[in-house]
């Protein structure tokens, strides 16, 4: 049996939890979270889940040493992601690991945990799943390492907080990782994240990238605009509606005529199921390795520091999740 940890299992961590239950692999999964109540929502959720799999799984407020453990999956928010992760490698010798983003709170969290990763021999990623969404692989291949436009427009859906998700996937698409934030387009005051005790944006945040490609991003403060992705180069054009489950595409194959088609986005509860399968049989998986993300999260999140450190200076750490 392979030994599974999620660690952190609120909104997110319970949807992991989902996840493993379709996992082909029997598993013996322990569950913990300081809060009793994001347990027992995990378990309703997991006991709410019907498959075929019979796996063991406990649920527990604190870490028991315990021997290896395969795979963990690290899903608290930011502020105590690197306790978490020091408790984990206290308790158990862990091989794969899958860790939220954002990442940390503080600069020397990054190289903090890269060292004790190198250290323990342990390998991990972040999850930044539209890497490994069929529908944006789909594009992918047509769009193959050329320098790109991307843009993402909508209203009210955290900026800050998904900003990381599309400039991993511009990264991803273009093949570079080298890129320059330009914040003069942001509303300067922060507002309250819908997280407790973070902090969002407004406004648009460009990303030049070395390679010529560009990623505008832009949230509307007020309204209810759905989310809408464009990724456009010489030879295509995409419009995404994630929100329908569509995309149109017009490219020189189609003569520039545009076509519809379904783009049905997975759930995170579908999604973690291919990753861990992926992780347990090959040791490797889709999403963003660690120390690829924590050069892209750097450069996104330094200047977006340097901007809120402009209107509040006591400021010292990342105040977002
Ligand atoms: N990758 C994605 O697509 C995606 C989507 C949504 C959220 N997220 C990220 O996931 C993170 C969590 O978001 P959420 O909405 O689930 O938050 P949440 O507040 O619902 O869940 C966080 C959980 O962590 C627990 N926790 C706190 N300290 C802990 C510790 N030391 N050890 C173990 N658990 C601890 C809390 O009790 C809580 O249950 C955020 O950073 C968010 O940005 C990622």
Redesign the pocket.
């Known amino acids: 049996m392979f030994k599974i940890k999620i ?7 319970s949807r992991h939890l989902q996840a493993l239950k379709a996992v082909k692999q029997p598993l013996d999964i322990q569950v ?4 009793a109540a ?1 347990l027992q929502v995990a378990k309703e959720r997991y006991d709410a889940v019907s498959t075929e799999q019979a796996h063991q799984i406990s649920f527990s407020t604190s870490f028991d040493r315990t021997d290896g453990t395969d795979v963990a999956i690290v ?4 502020d ?1 992601r690197r ?2 992760l020091e ?1 984990l490698f206290d308790a158990s010798e862990t091989r794969l690991l899958v860790v ?3 990442l940390f709170n503080h600069r020397a969290d990054y190289a903090e945990i890269e060292s004790k990763l190198a250290e323990t021999g342990a390998k991990a990623w972040v ?3 539209m890497r490994v969404m069929p529908v944006y692989e789909q594009i992918r291949e047509n769009i193959a390492a050329t320098p790109i436009s991307y843009r993402v427009t909508g209203s009210q859906f955290g900026l800050v ?1 998904n900003a990381i ?1 599309y400039i991993d996937h511009v990264a991803h698409l273009c093949g570079c990782t080298e890129f320059e934030l330009d914040t003069s387009g942001l509303d300067r005051n922060p507002i309250p994240s819908k ?1 407790p005790g973070f902090l969002e944006l407004n406004g648009t945040l460009v990303a030049r990238f070395a390679d010529g490609s560009r990623c505008e991003i832009t949230c509307y403060p007020t309204g209810a605009a759905p989310v809408v992705v464009e990724i456009f180069n010489e030879k295509n054009r995409y419009v995404i509606r994630e929100s329908e489950g569509k995309l149109w595409h017009a490219g020189e194959r189609s003569k520039w005529a545009w076509l519809e088609q379904a783009a049905p986005i997975p759930y ?1 509860s579908q999604i973690t199921t291919e990753v861990v399968e992926s992780l347990l049989s090959t040791g490797d998986c889709g999403l963003t390795p660690y120390a690829t993300s924590v050069r892209i999260h750097l450069q996104l999140l330094d200047p977006l520091l340097e901007l809120v450190r402009s209107q509040s200076p006591e400021t010292t750490g990342y105040p977002f ?1």
């Open positions: 660690i952190g299992a609120g909104q997110l961590g913990v979270d300081p809060s994001s899903a608290t928010n930011s105590v306790k978490a408790s939220e983003k954002l999850n930044c799943p907080t998700h997280r995170q999740t």
